[in-house]
């Protein structure tokens, strides 16, 4: 499934290193070192020097899972319509007992760290993560490196990462996928292009209102409102609960109260503001919007790689939701690729048990990586580079996701729908990390987005949230949008489905692709999705590069497949796929 770095997992070295593999143990093993546990944010960095041996970090070890072949196999029929095995899901407790690391695979890692001298905080209820905490100088020990910080220049950040690969012993490192946490280059970035202050008001705006969305996608003639369902919003921010009431209030929308999972110390709800509010704010109105009878469970966590990887598989043990809805990612290109496994592999228990994951593709076009901050970047001599090469973001790039890009809407004078480009800003292209999966068309590496709906500010989203740092105060606005607004709408429609199918005495959704894919190969793909076929993603938010993607008929990696005609997509997806 793996593109880069393919040659590094068969190259695992046995290093002459000889700790102990537990506590009170006097004899030694051979140490391994775990490809793909080093940041390429490395590369071209200047090293500062190594951390502080008192600076205490958290970090999230994850386990490998057993019987893979057979759950890429299992999750691979469960999905795709028409094998006798769809939709025949498993429980959380099910996947645990088939597939997730044994009970002594956790009692061996819990056992090595712990001799090493650090703390287990939590253990995952499916045994894939055991989180633990520690000083610097306990985690260089134990994991056979060095915590350095680093300069880039280029950025003009700082961070802190390992300074070579960890190193476990043997025994050890053959449960081990990898750990989260030991750098923090990777500070996740919300799609949301949320509200100018300029623009805002104290009385709702001319953006698009749920009736208006609800119609042009015809999400109203689903049937249902979401009723019975649990939807799970990924979020590394917290809301204020009296602006989702305002919302709820203007537009007559009655649900039940939104609810939190704080995970890792996150306790962000409230009057008080925090950074990425608006985000969490757009994302719950939205699919209020769409399913406003469905409950909604916001899992939280700090901003961090294992922030995210904690969130994730808090989800898919509870087993409570049967969506989730995120618009937070990371460049593809700076995340470590042993932390890229290890939230695939909570993805799988995802699709294995039938839970929809749609995720934004990003707001800078086909180039992930820019960075809003350092619009004009130079290399260490002061010269101007292109920073800001083809890159897309992930998870929404990862084979078990729903990669969701944006349009640009248009609307009839009576509200109905009139057309659809492509919005310029839309995250797509072809991942660096992972192979085409099977049921995506071509060759080469998996390209995104899957699909889209509407995401360009203009034709933006009417909601009430958090203004930014300067002027917090919430207030009503037109101009919010990105492919943030994009998946959310999606993970309503998957919600409104499953009420609709349930009835039907039909399975959940689950993993969407196949089935999606399968329509749009298929004579039912003009009744399912509106086909975008003008517009590219090259952003004018970003200055450099000349690139980008072009809509045209059928699949294209600005908008996927196309934005939903719901009520002819739920038809087709009960049809079998057809």
Known sequence: MKLRHLAAVAALSLLPLGSPVLAGTASAEPTVALAGTVTPATVGAQRQGALPAGQQLSVAVSLKLRNSAELDRFIAEVSTPGSAEHGHYLTPAQFTAQYAPSQSDVQRVQAYLRGQGLTTTAVSANRQVVDVTGSVARIDAAFHTTEASYLDRTERRTFYAPDKAVSLPAGVAS?????????????????????????????????????????AYHL??????????????????????????????????????????????????????????????????????????????????????????????????????????????????????AHLDAVNDIFKEAAAQGISTFSATGDYGYQDCYSPDDPNP??????????????????ASSPYDTAVG??????????SYNSESAWSGGGGGESAVWDKPDWQPGS?????????????????????????????????????????????????????????????????????????????????????????????NKSSQVPQGNGGFAAGPGYDEVTGLGSPIADGLAGALLGGGN
């Open 175 to 215: 449960v081990v996928a990898g750990i989260s946490g030991l750098d923090n280059v990777a500070v996740h970035h919300h799609s949301a292009v949320t509200r100018a202050d300029e623009s805002a008001s104290a009385a709702p705006t001319p953006g698009l209102t749920p009736s208006q969305y609800d119609s």
């Open 406 to 415: 944006g349009t640009t809407l248009s609307l009839n004078p009576d509200g």
């Open 444 to 536: 080469g590496g998996r390209t995104v987005p899957d699909v889209a709906s509407v995401a360009d500010p203009k034709s933006g989203f009417s909601l009430y949230t958090a203004g930014g740092r300067n002027n917090p105060a919430p207030a009503w606005s037109p101009t919010n949008g990105g492919t943030s607004a994009a998946a959310p709408l999606w993970a309503g429609f998957a919600v409104l489905y499953n009420q609709k199918a349930q009835a039907q005495k039909q399975s959940n959704l689950g993993f969407a692709n196949p089935a999606l894919y399968r329509i749009a190969a298929g004579p039912g793909y003009p009744g399912a999705f509106n086909d975008i076929t003008t517009g590219t």
């Open 220 to 337: 109203d003639k689903v049937g249902g409102h979401g009723d019975g369902q649990t939807v799970a919003l990924f979020e590394l921010a917290g809301y204020n609960p009296a602006n989702l009431a305002t919302y709820d209030q203007q537009y007559g929308l009655k649900g039940p109260a939104v609810s939190t999972v704080s995970l890792d110390g996150a306790h962000y709800d409230g009057p008080a503001w925090t950074s990425g509010e608006d985000e969490v704010e757009m994302d719950s109105e939205i699919i209020r919007g769409v399913a406003p009878q469905a409950t909604q469970v916001v899992y939280e966590a700090p901003n961090s790689d294992q922030g995210e990887i904690d969130i994730y598989n808090r989800i898919v043990s509870d087993g409570r939701a049967t969506v989730i809805s995120n618009s937070w990612g990371e460049c593809e290109d700076v995340e470590a690729d």
């Open 378 to 395: 130079k290399d260490a001599d002061g010269k101007p580079v292109d920073g800001y090469a083809a890159a897309v973001d992930f998870p």
